[in-house]
């Protein structure tokens, strides 16, 4: 019976790893950063002059079954010029892996002088997730610990992150759980090494001409049980309104963006990945869509640079 439980367990480890190694995260939220750098750090919420919404949609490895998928609705709110706050709500899927979590989060932003700001966030977490055991084939169907389904109930936790950044650049870290996922039936810490690790990154949003600005970044997620995850974004935005670029997760894939900003109220964007690991044997295509609605832009001289996209 131990060798039927481990079968079932060593399949959500592997589609859990797998999406972390190809993704830059054990958090799904994660997946999509590069349109909504909230996702990555809570100290995010508030830094840009403007509030808005998001809505995004991650399709990973299409074709292949089980393949992860992500909604997300967020908020970010500028609500005055030294604090702000944001919340997300974030749906995932990976194989038999079931998640929806709340995240709540505010943001103090010091000027330490003309030039540059240092914000810390706080951020409160509400999660629900699952493992499907009983969707699991079996050597044995009728295996009683097998049957029934793993869950955490509602469980809560939190998070914290800091952020360095003027009008060019930005330097953030953060925390994103300061404690592991516990299921109510049995201990699934010899099966999944759920540390959640840290994350640091850092961008740029350079003028190359009056016409065409440079956005490079990278980000790095680390100390969660794992090998290290690293990510190369380069972005270009033509006339403030067409973005495009390429991005490189280390030994995962190779992806394209666009994006079109319209009046500068809303922001379409799209993402493209290729796996350049043997993942690309049963799927070439991961798909990612962004829709964010900016409010209230405040009137005076931005003092941020844009973060990611």
Known sequence: ????????????????????????????????????????NPAQAGANDYSDISVLGSQYWVGMP??????????????????????????DEVGPVQSTSVNLVGAYHLKLNNNW??????????????????????????????????????????GFGFLLYSKKFYVGFSKPRVTAFRFNRMDMSMYVDNKSGYISYAGADLKLSNRLDIRPSVMTMYGYGGPLNLDLNVLFTANKLIDFGATYHLKGSLGAIIGLNVKDKLYIGYSY????????RVSVQSHELAIRLKLNKTNKKADSPRFFN
């Open 1 to 40: 019976m131990k060798n039927k439980k481990i079968i079932g367990f060593s399949f959500c480890l592997a589609m859990l790893a797998i999406s972390s190694s190809a993704n830059a995260q054990n958090d799904p939220s994660f997946k999509q950063y590069r349109f909504n750098a909230l996702t990555l």
């Open 273 to 280: 990945a290729y796996p350049v690991n043997k993942l690309n």
């Open 117 to 158: 700001k240092f914000s810390t966030g706080l951020k409160l977490t509400g999660i629900n997730q699952n493992v499907m055991l009983s969707e699991l084939q079996t050597t044995d169907p009728g295996d009683p610990d097998m049957v029934q389904n793993l869950t955490t109930g509602l469980s809560f936790n939190a």
């Open 66 to 91: 089980g393949a992860p998928q992500t909604a997300t609705i967020s908020g970010n709110f500028h609500v005055f010029d030294n604090f702000g706050m944001g919340a997300t709500i974030v749906a």
